[in-house]
């Protein structure tokens, strides 16, 4: 190979070389500057395909998605002074990428050091003001959509971002005193467990009382009506016999007769006493049944 192809291959390489420097590609998940010669001179790139200067333009693309900053747990003081470990996070994104580029370098964790400094202040500012129920329970919500708000206003011209959401993991007490909030807890939860069965006993007790009164009263009425109902059932035996006696006096005394040496001589054992002339061997005596 002579010296005016070589020089030619070389040349060819060269070209490409800065045909491929001059194309980038800016994807939906990106956000990208462009510097020329260290001078930012466009920090608004859309999406898509574009071309730049080679060797002079230099561009730089950051994560344009939403990204999580996780604080390290503070110790806040509520309106009461008592004191609190707070363990919160953020979501945040890049709103103004010159912005960004300018206060931050582009350096991602600069700027997650940087907001969760901001969320910690801001946190500290609204636990001052707040009772320790408020923050645990009562407004909470409110607290962190308050402090959204706020946090973007100042974030947003100062770092080029913007706050998605801010939300507390967890709220502890510190070591020295959750011991002694533990114990009062759990006192204030046993004494209410006693109330408790207190009440079920009284109520148990109630119960019990209703239901011995009720197995008095229905007994007594079912023996009231077992013995009506016994009483009108004699009283209709009663009148049957009568009638029956009524109507043939001789027949009724003789089927009596027979009933009673039937139950009488049941039993080979039995011994009856009885003086001969006794009216109970009557039909006995008198075959003709006269």
């Known amino acids: 190979m002579n010296g005016k192809s070589m020089l030619g291959t070389f040349a060819l390489a060269v070209i490409v070389l800065l045909g491929l420097d ?24 859309e999406p898509g395909m574009h071309f ?15 990204l999580t900053v996780d604080a390290a747990p503070e110790s806040f003081f509520t309106v009461q002074q008592k004191r609190v470990v707070v363990d919160s996070f953020a979501k945040w994104k890049i709103a103004d990428v010159g912005t960004y580029y300018k206060a931050t370098g582009g350096d991602e964790r600069v700027a997650a050091n940087r907001l969760a400094s901001r969320v910690n202040d801001g946190l500290r500012n609204e636990f001052g003001v707040r009772t320790l129920h408020e923050v645990v329970s009562g407004e909470r919500d409110q607290l962190m959509s308050d402090l959204t708000f706020r946090l973007n206003a100042a974030v947003q011209d100062s770092l080029g971002v913007e706050v998605v959401d801010i939300r507390v993991k967890r709220i502890d007490l510190p070591e020295d005193v959750s011991g002694s909030v533990f114990n009062r807890m759990a006192a204030e939860r046993e004494k209410e467990a006693r109330e408790y069965r207190s009440k079920g ?9 209703d239901a011995d009164r009720q197995i008095t009263i229905i007994a007594a009425e079912a023996y009231r009506d077992s013995e009506k ?8 035996s009663a009148a049957i016999y009568a009638e029956a006696f009524n ?3 001789e027949f009724y005394a003789f089927t ?9 001589f049941s039993s080979k054992g039995d011994v009856l006493i009885l003086s001969p002339d006794s009216d109970f061997f009557r039909y006995l005596n008198k075959s003709s049944g006269e």
């Open 22 to 45: 001059s194309v980038y590609v800016v994807t939906e998940f990106e956000r990208a500057v462009a510097l020329r010669f260290g001078r930012l001179i466009s920090d608004n790139i």
């Open 229 to 236: 109902i016994r009483g009108e059932g004699d009283a209709q």
């Open 201 to 209: 006993k009284e109520e148990s007790e109630k119960i019990r009382a």
């Open 52 to 66: 730049k200067l080679p060797l002079a333009d230099e561009v730089l693309k950051f994560d344009g998605r939403v």
């Open 247 to 249: 109507k043939d006096a």
């Open 256 to 264: 009596r007769s027979l009933k009673a040496y039937r139950d009488s």
